[in-house]
């Protein structure tokens, strides 16, 4: 199963909406994470279970989607959210990775 | 506080061989599957192997089905990446990593450990 995601990157203002969306080649049953990684840092699960937020991030993440087709949004982009964001499917093996969205400010 | 700290990295030359290893603290170890996952200078992130929490059960990528061997000691909280037969396209960022949830194989990876370099080279 291939993991599509798109933009590869994008710009935005402060305060803007961002949507990061992830394809699967076949169905993954909400099987899907989300990962922010930040320059030099190491990944951090942001979601899990499609939409389920992991404990401690901030609620302007979500997280849906279903079948084949999912998404990342930001509600209102801070500067501390530039990073490259990956999903990633768990259905099956192997656990493949998005090509990843990098995330910038204007 | 749950800590992961991978050792073993290096450079090799190609055809090599290098064990790497993840002490693990702060949760129960035997509890929860993990995984390796590496990422290449300037790339993105490539699921490597995983292992099930007895180590009943282990899975591979493509790229290093029949040369990596994952495994794991319970005893000793430690989870290891045995790599044979190294090529330069191995060259990488190693990290390991934890499941979120306990006794799920294939799952979302919760805590990451800050990762070990391997670098494949003459």
């Known amino acids: 199963i291939q993991m599509t995601q798109s933009p590869s990157s994008q710009s935005a203002f402060v305060g803007d909406r961002v949507t990061i969306t992830c394809r699967a080649s076949?169905?993954?049953?909400?099987?899907l994470a989300w990962y922010q990684q930040k320059p030099g840092k190491v990944p951090k699960l942001l979601i899990h279970g499609a939409s389920t937020l992991q404990s401690g991030v901030p609620s302007r993440f979500s997280g849906g989607g279903s079948g084949t087709d999912y998404t990342l949004t930001i509600s209102s982009l801070q500067p501390e959210d530039v990073a490259t964001y990956y999903c990633?499917?768990?259905?099956?093996?192997?656990?493949?990775f998005g090509g990843g969205t990098t995330v910038e400010i204007k | 506080e749950v800590q992961l700290l991978e050792s073993g990295g290096g450079l090799v030359q190609p055809g090599g061989s290098l064990r790497l290893s993840c002490e693990v603290s702060g949760f129960g170890f035997s509890d929860y599957d993990m995984s390796w996952v590496r990422q290449a200078p300037g790339e993105g992130l490539e699921w490597v192997s995983g292992?099930?929490?007895?180590?009943?059960?282990?899975d591979y990528a493509d790229s290093v089905q029949g040369r990596f061997t994952i495994s794991r000691d319970n005893s000793k909280s430690t989870l290891f990446l045995q790599m044979s037969l190294l090529r330069a396209e191995d060259t990488a960022i190693y990290y390991c990593?934890?499941?979120?949830?306990?006794?799920?194989?294939?799952?979302?990876?919760?805590?990451w450990g800050q990762g070990t370099p391997v670098t494949v080279s003459s």
């Open positions: 990633q499917k768990y259905d099956s093996a192997p656990l493949t």
């Open positions: 292992i099930s929490s007895t180590g009943g059960r282990t």
């Open positions: 076949q169905g993954i049953n909400s099987f």
């Open positions: 990593a934890k499941a979120t949830q306990p006794r799920r194989f294939l799952d979302s990876l919760d805590y």
